[in-house]
């Protein structure tokens, strides 16, 4: 107990700090005046930190890569980052690969950041910063359950269009914000169990994590409660196996039943399938299977960087589309190894693999090797770590999630470190060198982010302008409404599907022919665009134009070969068009997988003389 607190005592380095100073604000700061309040700005804060760090990296990299457990995780790190770039190279659609699709941004930036991130933390944090780590969490929590109890309250500041729970606390979804709320209390009930803290403290911490659980049962997300629960046992059982070890294997066998019955409960098997399975389980299944077929097809270097949307009709298997609509889609796998693999290809899903397989092995020798309330410092990283695993194998990577979960990757990994972190190194000529190159490093890499986000932040900017000017019914928005519209279209760092809603709000504001002509040139750069198919096939039918309907609704069968309205729509422009021969075509191809589907009776009465 001494040996901790003498540590702790020590002077504190600036490298942990900017990784908790990232982490907090990529966690709490949204923007309600840009397109995509939550993940675009999470992704700049991201970048722009991950930037400033590199210039620790850079500058202290030889002396931390003579450690081998270091160098692994380094080698493992390379590795998953050189097979991101070379996936993105391949990518069919650049802006994509590497900023990531709308409204979720996890392109080649985000991951190279992420990673970042975790080759600072292996390289800098050690035990003697986890109460930092743990404090960083419980400020970050207390926010977070504050501001959920008020959007379940109706008292939430800002207006947001919610479909969803209202708790979406700082991440835009309830299921997001369930997941990392269990990941931080895991973090937070570790101080509960830990006798350094005073007692208002240890109070405080086990009254925050029961709000918090409350706050994650009224968000109606139940894979929050799922990885709270898994944290905070796996850190009770570290706690009973310490005070008595024979209770402590009961514990764990009892914790193994349970999460046995708690996964068959999930499958609708069991005693606990009442309280536990949920039909977005039998979504996710369609969604890994979709994935896993995409994976099987392009194995090399996946179907693009988080392009899984844009190839999910075409390998989603039939059932989907008969159980929940044609027109349904998604754009994650909802597993991360499977949407690495899919949209990566081998590499980038086996490099993301031995990361995961790396983390766990050096955690849990770390975890093995300590002793009393080290142990109890080591396990709060741990059983977070791995709640923040169990929520990535039904969920997506979201950034807000993300940051924390490759923090405790890293951390894990520098805790059983021999090698001193910079504040506690003797000075010299040599350490002053490093200590003034760090910082022309960092500020030049950070200027370099910085430059590349500012435009990008224009482009948000635009388009929310953009959104909130249009009015078709009002001809006095139109001029000011085209403005936006073509700076948001003129703007190489603007996401194409901004560019798509820049054209139609052009089409539908008196600029027809300059708005089909975006549309026509959308399509010539991504030809599998559904949405950008689909308004050219309806624009083309409203114009009369029935040829060029066709070709697009064809482009629409290939990219979606198990969309029974689409064929519909393509029998009734036959019918119009006197092709009664392809019109029966159009039938017979619905009759062949939806006879028992409410539209092919539509379609009968339909496409019939």
């Known amino acids: 107990m001494r040996e901790v607190k003498k540590i702790q005592n020590k002077p504190r380095n600036t490298p942990v700090s900017v990784i908790l100073l990232a982490a907090v604000i990529i966690t709490l700061y949204f923007n309600s005046k840009i397109q995509d309040p939550f993940n675009s700005p999470k992704m700049w804060i991201l970048i722009i930190m991950a930037a400033w760090l590199c210039g620790y990296i850079l500058s202290d990299f030889k002396k931390y890569i003579k450690e081998f457990r270091l160098f692994i995780f380094a080698g493992v790190i390379f590795f998953f980052i050189l097979s991101l770039f070379f996936a993105t190279i391949f990518t069919d659609n650049v802006y994509i690969a590497i900023f990531g699709t709308t409204q979720r941004r996890t392109g080649f930036l985000t991951y190279f950041s992420l990673a970042i991130v975790a080759l600072s933390a292996a390289f800098y944090f050690r035990v003697n910063s986890i109460k930092r780590l743990q404090k960083s969490s419980f400020f970050v929590l207390l926010l977070l359950v504050t501001y959920g109890q008020m959007q379940i309250n109706g008292h939430d500041f800002i207006s947001w269009n919610n479909t969803y729970n209202a708790i979406i606390t700082t991440l835009g979804n309830p299921n997001f914000a369930a997941a990392l709320m269990a990941i931080l209390a895991t973090l937070v009930f570790s101080i509960t169990l830990n006798r350094d803290y005073p007692t208002y403290y240890r109070i405080g911490s086990g009254a925050l994590v029961l709000l918090t659980f409350w706050t994650i049962y009224l968000s109606n997300a139940r894979q929050g409660l799922l990885a709270g629960a898994l944290g905070t046992g796996i850190l009770l059982i570290i706690y009973i196996y310490q005070k008595n070890r024979s209770l402590g294997i009961v514990a764990v066998f009892s914790a193994l039943l349970l999460g046995f ?195 990008l932040y224009q482009s948000e900017s635009n388009m929310f302008k953009a959104r909130t000017v249009f009015n078709p019914q009002n001809s006095e928005n139109a001029t000011i409404l085209k403005e936006y519209s073509d700076k948001v279209y003129s703007s190489v760092f603007s996401d194409p599907m901004y560019k798509l809603m820049a054209a139609t709000y052009l089409i539908d504001s008196g600029f027809q022919e300059d708005g089909l002509g975006k549309l026509s040139d959308l399509n010539r750069e991504d030809p599998r665009n559904l949405d950008v198919l689909t308004f050219l096939a309806v624009a083309s039918e409203n114009l009369g134009r029935m040829e060029e309907a066709i070709k697009f609704r064809e482009e629409i069968e290939r990219y979606d070969p198990w969309n029974a309205r689409n064929l519909l729509i393509m029998g009734r422009i036959y019918k119009s068009m006197g092709d009664f021969s392809k019109m029966d075509q159009m039938l017979n191809q619905i009759a062949s997988f939806a006879s028992l589907d409410p539209i092919y009776q539509e379609a009968k009465q339909t496409l019939s003389l």
């Open 261 to 455: 019955l708690s996964i068959l409960g999930m499958l609708q098997i069991g005693p606990l399938a009442q309280y536990l399975f949920k039909g977005s389980i039998s979504v996710r299944g369609h969604y890994w299977n979709t994935g896993v077929e995409m994976f099987k097809s392009n194995w090399v270097f996946g179907v693009g960087i988080d392009r899984y949307g844009e190839f999910f009709k075409e390998y989603r298997s039939v059932g989907y589309p008969l159980d929940y609509g044609f027109e349904i889609t998604s754009n994650n796998a909802h597993n991360v190894p499977i949407q690495l693999f899919a949209t990566g290809g081998i590499f980038v899903g086996v490099a993301y693999i031995l990361i995961l397989i790396t983390t766990f092995y050096y955690g849990f020798k770390v975890l093995k090797d300590t002793k009393g309330a080290d142990q109890i410092l080591v396990g709060s990283v741990f059983a977070s770590w791995i709640a923040f695993q169990s929520q990535s194998i039904v969920s997506i990577d979201n950034i807000g999630i993300s940051i924390w979960g490759w923090i405790l990757m890293g951390v894990l990994i520098g805790l059983g470190s021999k090698t001193l972190p910079p504040d506690e190194l003797s000075t010299g000529k040599k350490n002053t060198q490093i200590k003034l190159m760090q910082p022309i490093l960092s500020a030049s890499l950070a200027l370099v982010a910085l430059a590349l986000v500012a435009p």
